[in-house]
């Protein structure tokens, strides 16, 4: 065992941990605008553009098409 390991027994976390002292409903919010905002993909931003403008018939009166899916599920899963 190093030193490190003698004297700190806790695991070291890598730095993509999200840090804990934010309260994790802030965090999630903050990523999910970041995706929805996110234009990287060119492609995949001219996509949603275009099935936005030109919709399915099915589906002419949804405000929603061509927008981004919003996360879902528990935000604080029982461990």
């Known amino acids: ?3 490190r390991a ?3 027994s806790r695991p ?8 804990l ?8 919010q903050t990523l999910q605008n970041e995706v929805a905002n996110c234009c990287r993909c ?5 996509h949603c553009e275009r099935i936005a403008a030109v919709k ?4 002419r009166d949804c405000e929603y ?3 981004a899916v919003p996360s ?6 029982a461990s």
């Open 42 to 46: 060119p492609r995949l931003r001219e």
């Open 56 to 59: 399915r018939r099915a589906f």
């Open 6 to 8: 003698e004297s700190d």
């Open 21 to 28: 002292n934010r309260p994790v409903l802030e965090i999630l």
């Open 12 to 19: 070291e976390q890598p730095n993509n941990i999200l840090p």
């Open 72 to 77: 879902f599920g528990d935000p604080t899963p």
């Open 65 to 67: 098409w061509g927008k």
């Open 1 to 3: 065992m190093n030193a």
